[in-house]
């Protein structure tokens, strides 16, 4: 065989290896994606306020559930970002995250009425499972991609989440519309295995591309992972773009977050959505998803990420600013899809552009810094959505008007506040400089 052929076989062996590579990474996102569908969005959220707890207890219990454990990840996600960059353990470290994650998820099956103890215990574990794996799964992008090809292999793990997200809800959620709540818990146990199953071919065939640094005689890794964290916060004047980007991340994020914690919340105040209109939307929006992922991350690739980044917060912004104009649900549905297309876009890319924006040998760790402000969001966003919600509605009613349309005056009030948090956000966006594979970022 000539030097000609055995290159072109080697070459071939390397690009199917990375094809195997990739997917497998993908197949992750698909699994995590039942949880998020399940446990967060559709079914354990209502399941816990609802039954578990009942009333408007419910409600701040799970408030308190959903913070405590984003505290945790918050303050943990930097030191194990650069504890896996030092021993380049990223796959092991989400491996045990993952496992977390699975086994109270799968625990929350047990969960009935009035175990508000144990059913806020399971939760707060699979979520900080969930939040701390996804930050050893983000890091492991540049393991699978190029430089080239960052931004469509992190749309495309995005989308192939959104088809997972799809793929529970319609396990799970059309059987509870048939059987009843008695399908309930056996959710949870369906979408610990969906987790897991899709989860393995990660474990089996991503590779990190480094080795583990040499760790010095008499230092301990947690030692030097401090020390290592220590020195990046006293550097990060040296990655003034990194930061620039993480306070837009942080502000337009807030407005994001805010949006999917209450879309169903505006759906049925507003527009009267019923469960079952509710599971179409849910549906919708994971659908258009797929596409803006994809679509988004070949901009990225194409142009830069902070295009695609600002054309998608564009189309955002201009989608929730129609709910102050819409009257019917139809609409509703219609800027669901936009805002589905866009926003999972948004997502994606802002995931590759903290890989082109951070220093090779932080990557974990920076991804560290991607959760802290994703948590941050957790809290503020939220939290001023429904003050201001709640505020306005008590100044509409002491005003005479009857509560129903006092309660839909406070969340257009409310809604104003997710398009400030967008604007101001992909305002700041506009200062951080332009990078892509051709322009990469130098330090």
Do not use: C
């Amino acid at each position: 065989m000539s030097n000609v052929d055995s290159k072109a076989v080697r070459d071939k062996e390397v690009d199917k290896a990375t094809k195997k590579s990739r997917w497998s990474w993908y197949f992750y996102d698909f699994g995590n994606s039942a949880y998020a569908s399940i446990v967060l969005l559709a079914v354990y959220s209502a399941y816990f306020k609802n039954a578990v707890v009942g009333g408007a207890d419910g409600t701040r219990l799970w408030g308190i559930s959903v913070g405590l454990a984003a505290i945790i990840v918050a303050i943990v996600s930097p030191i194990l970002g650069a504890i896996a960059d030092f021993t380049k353990s990223k796959k092991k470290l989400l491996f045990i995250f993952t496992i977390i994650s699975v086994i109270f998820t799968a625990l929350l099956f047990f969960v009935r009425e009035g175990d508000i103890l144990i059913g806020m215990l399971f939760f707060i574990l699979a979520e900080i499972g969930y939040r701390a794996a996804q930050v050893f799964y983000d890091a492991l992008l540049t393991d699978v991609s190029t430089p080239e090809s960052i931004g469509f292999v992190s749309g495309k793990g995005w989308a192939v989440g959104m088809l997972g997200g799809i793929v529970a809800l319609l396990i799970v959620l059309l059987p509870i519309q048939t059987i009843g709540n008695d399908f309930i818990p056996y959710a949870f146990l369906i979408t610990a295995a969906l987790y897991l199953i899709f989860s393995v071919p990660t474990f089996l065939n991503v590779r990190e591309k480094h080795e583990k640094e040499q760790i010095p005689e008499g230092k301990g890794v947690i030692t030097l992972a401090f020390g290592k964290l220590a020195q990046t916060f006293r550097s990060l004047k040296s990655y003034k773009e990194f930061i620039k980007y993480m306070i837009s991340f942080l502000i337009y994020n807030d407005g994001i977050m805010m949006l999917m914690d209450f879309a169903a919340i505006i759906g049925a105040t507003l527009y009267g959505m019923n469960q079952m209109d509710l599971i179409i939307f849910v549906i919708l929006i994971h659908v258009s998803g797929t596409f803006g992922a994809l679509l988004f991350g070949r901009i990225s690739d194409k142009k830069s990420s902070k295009e695609a980044v600002i054309i998608s917060l564009l189309i955002l912004i201009a989608s929730v600013t129609g709910l102050f104009f819409i009257t019917n649900i139809v609409w509703f549905y219609v800027i669901g899809v936009l805002a589905g297309f866009s926003l999972s876009g948004a997502q994606a890319v802002s995931r590759s552009m903290v890989s082109q924006l951070a220093p090779a040998d932080k990557i974990a760790e920076f991804y560290g810094f991607l959760s802290v402000a994703g948590r941050t969001s957790t809290f503020v966003g939220p939290l001023v959505f429904s003050t201001i919600s709640y505020r306005m509605h008590n100044w509409y009613v002491n005003q005479g008007v009857d509560s129903v349309t006092a309660e839909q005056n406070g969340l257009l009030w409310a809604i104003g506040s997710i398009v400030f948090f967008l604007v101001v956000g992909m305002l700041l966006l506009f200062l951080v400089k332009r990078i892509s594979s051709k322009d990469p970022m130098e330090y």
